[in-house]
């Protein structure tokens, strides 16, 4: 097929993590001396129309091919019944092939976890006794308490925490629990600074689960006013806040810990989404290693 009638990836780089220079010119020189060897995977999503089939598994080949100028290259098309049985294909395929550090694979098996969170077969996986979760930390090579945790961090919305993670100063165990003695610890200088980016990250977590939770309208509905709450909150009333961010946390990590929406239900009619709870006791994430 010729690589002018395909489309690129749809996704961005938490699906497709950038490659180094060494390894993009390493594969530059062996299409152009070899060819492309491994076929790319192409697709459609059923009732998306006629379009340009989109590149699944491949994207870094088709850009080569392109810059060569190549007729033709070798592809595998197959059809996709929604957006995140693609995406899906397009992890497990990086997963697989990719020489990657365990915070790099951790990050991807982590956008895995999301997308099986969103997956109509959600239900269907939990039947089968192996949930979103570990479905997710199996095709990641990693343990369901390395990737709670390596989610925990990312859910603290600590920024300098999750570039040391992620660059492979911290490892996920020590950048967990530096992350929760913040999180549930303390109002200190490095607290408040960290405030904007913890909302940020909250208010897109908490949209997540409002979409996931659309065929229960008074759930979603809740966690939507929590949502509103947050995001009326300033950094100038540093109490309220931080005591909503901590509502959202605990929100979050609940359904999250237990593959399921009987602990998030719990946790929306709880008390501390209606009056504001003390710092430090109920209101503090649950161990997600537990």
């Known amino acids: ?62 850009k080569i091919a392109m810059e060569l100028g190549l007729a033709d290259v070798p592809v595998i098309v197959k059809d996709y019944e929604s957006i995140e049985e693609m995406r899906q294909d397009a992890l497990r395929d990086n997963l697989e092939r990719r020489q990657l550090s365990i915070a790099a694979r951790a990050d991807l098996a982590n956008a895995l976890w999301r997308s ?17 979760r570990k479905r997710a930390a199996i095709a990641g090579g990693l343990s369901e308490g390395s990737l709670a945790k390596f989610r925990y961090v990312l859910d603290s919305g600590i920024d300098r925490i999750i570039a040391d993670m992620r660059s492979g100063k911290l490892s996920i165990d020590k950048a967990h629990g530096l992350a929760r003695k913040e999180v549930e610890g303390g109002k200190g200088d490095a607290g408040e600074q960290d405030i904007p980016a913890r909302m940020k990250r909250l208010l897109s977590d908490l949209d997540d689960l409002v979409h996931v939770l659309k065929a229960i309208p008074e759930t979603a509905r809740r966690a939507r006013a929590v949502r509103e709450s947050l995001a009326k909150g300033t950094k100038g009333d540093y109490s309220r806040i931080e005591k ?47």
Not at 13 to 35: F, K, R
Not at 120 to 132: L, S, W, Y
């Open 116 to 132: 099986f969170d969103r997956a109509r077969d959600k239900k269907e996986m939990a039947a089968q006794g192996i949930g979103p």
């Open 1 to 62: 097929m010729s690589p002018k009638a395909l489309a690129p990836s749809p996704f961005g780089s938490d699906v497709n993590p950038p490659a180094t220079l060494a390894e993009d010119l390493a594969l530059y020189n062996s299409i152009e001396e070899n060819g492309i060897q491994v076929p790319l995977t192409v697709g459609r999503v059923k009732g998306e129309g006629k379009g340009k089939p989109k590149t699944v598994n491949g994207n870094r080949r088709l």
């Open 244 to 290: 909503k961010m901590q509502a959202a946390a605990k929100i979050i990590m609940e359904a999250q810990s237990h593959d399921g929406l009987s602990a998030l239900c719990l946790a929306l009619n709880a008390p501390i989404l209606d009056s504001a709870p003390d710092v430090g006791s109920a209101a503090a994430p649950p161990n997600l290693a537990s």
